[in-house]
């Protein structure tokens, strides 16, 4: 989290949970896939309404716990693969649908729910893994990385660009980040790491070793910079922020 802050996300303090897309107390945020719940904890910290869906019953229902003892504003949790959602249209003024396309059948039909049920106006925030940290994961994570409900395909950039636009978006911004994960996946699956119970496990020292390596970078004086070009160069995940019409 505080290499994310460092980064610009999670700014409890403005509302910015990233470059140029903020929460307010009076937004109603959809978290589509919304999996551990992370962006729809930090919307409940703004005070927002709250609406989290997953297909996964244990993370909504870990998450529904925690919101109750939120500042959010309302929530309701959602068990449901988002095919389609069971939302009115036009509800939400931010919709957030992050590391989730990759794993759908159908992802022009998710972002035309993801549409749908945004109002005018309404501000987004999608992402998939980019395409080079794909390549990378192709050649050393397992099999099963590549089966459902894992990653069915990888976008480049310019096709999840023009999805998006093909949905009737806007793209207004490209917050860029997630270098420290595309290395922590690396060096999680080279090392032996496995999923237990839908979660990444492993007790391989190099990844201590990494998370050391990572925070002495952001606190030399050039630490940022290299950071921030890490970023931009090698990114985890391709991240968009995009609006539909008023």
């Given at each position: 989290m505080c290499d994310a802050r460092l980064s610009g996300w999670f700014l409890g303090e403005s509302g910015q949970l990233c470059e140029g897309f903020f929460i307010r107390?009076?937004?109603?945020?959809?978290?589509?896939?919304?999996?551990?719940?992370?962006?729809?904890?930090?919307?409940a910290v703004c005070g927002a309404e709250v609406i989290a869906t997953d297909v996964d019953d244990k993370k909504t229902a870990?998450?529904?716990?925690?919101?109750?003892?939120?500042?959010?504003?309302?929530?309701?949790?959602?068990?449901?693969?988002?095919?389609?959602?069971?939302?009115?249209?036009g509800i939400a003024s931010k919709v957030i649908c992050m590391e989730v396309l990759e794993h759908v059948e159908d992802p022009r039909r998710l972002l035309a729910e993801l549409v749908r049920v945004g109002r005018p106006g309404a501000q987004y925030l999608i992402s998939a893994p980019?395409?080079?940290?794909?390549?990378?994961?192709?050649?050393?994570?397992?099999?099963?990385y590549w089966e459902p409900p894992n990653h069915l395909r990888v976008f480049q950039?310019?096709?999840?660009?023009?999805?998006?636009?093909?949905?009737?978006?806007?793209?207004?911004g490209?917050?860029?980040?997630?270098?420290?994960w595309f290395m922590w996946w690396i060096l999680f699956w080279g090392t032996g790491g496995t999923y237990q119970c839908g979660e990444p496990e492993s007790k391989a020292a190099v990844l201590k070793h990494?998370?050391?390596?990572?925070?002495?970078?952001?606190s030399d004086a050039n630490?940022?910079?290299?950071?921030?070009?890490?970023?931009?160069?090698?990114?985890?995940?391709?991240?968009?922020?995009?609006?539909?019409?008023?």
């Open positions: 107390a009076e937004d109603t945020v959809i978290d589509v896939g919304c999996g551990s719940g992370g962006m729809s904890d930090f919307a870990a998450l529904e716990q925690r919101l109750r003892l939120s500042r959010a504003r309302a929530f309701r949790t959602i068990v449901s693969d988002s095919n389609p959602l069971p939302l009115a249209d980019d395409p080079f940290s794909e390549s990378v994961q192709r050649m050393i994570a397992p099999q099963l950039r310019d096709e999840l660009d023009a999805l998006v636009r093909e949905a009737g978006l806007m793209i207004e490209r917050p860029a980040h997630f270098f420290y990494w998370n050391k390596t990572w925070y002495a970078l952001l630490g940022q910079r290299v950071a921030r070009a890490l970023n931009e160069l090698m990114p985890k995940s391709n991240v968009l922020v995009a609006r539909k019409a008023a």
